[in-house]
């Protein structure tokens, strides 16, 4: 089974709130809020996009990339780890 379709209610939460994100923005313009608001919520909807990125990636390294009943201790695993840590760090 797919990563997505295992984490599906999880990663479409994850979509409802970025969609409630993006109409706040939205809201936001139409009211003419003040510009370090409208940041602020700009900047929320990016992180969560980032989240959202950063989750899928790491499941397609442990599912697609890395074999996931491969040994935690392996060279693979331990790169896989690596490169998913520096991709958070990327995303934050």
Same mark, same amino acid.
Request: net charge positive; aromatic share 4%.
């Given at each position: 089974?797919a ?7 999880k /990663? !479409?939460?994850? $979509?409802?709130?970025? *969609? +409630? ?9 139409? &009211?003419? =809020?003040?510009c370090?608001? /409208? !940041?602020?919520? $700009?900047?929320?909807? *990016? +992180? ?5 990125m950063?989750?899928?990636? &790491?499941? =397609?390294?442990?599912?697609h ?13 331990i ?14």
């Amino acid at each position: 089974m797919a990563h997505t379709v295992r984490d599906k209610n999880k /990663l !479409l939460n994850r $979509i409802r709130r970025i *969609r +409630g994100q993006v109409a706040s923005i939205e809201r936001a313009l139409e &009211e003419e =809020h003040e510009c370090w608001e /409208l !940041l602020q919520t $700009i900047a929320a909807c *990016r +992180g969560a996009i980032n989240g959202l990125m950063g989750e899928v990636i &790491e499941g =397609h390294i442990r599912y697609h990339v890395v074999d996931p009943d491969s040994k935690p201790t392996s060279k693979q695993a331990i790169a896989a780890q690596q490169l998913m840590d520096v991709v958070k760090t990327y995303l934050k």
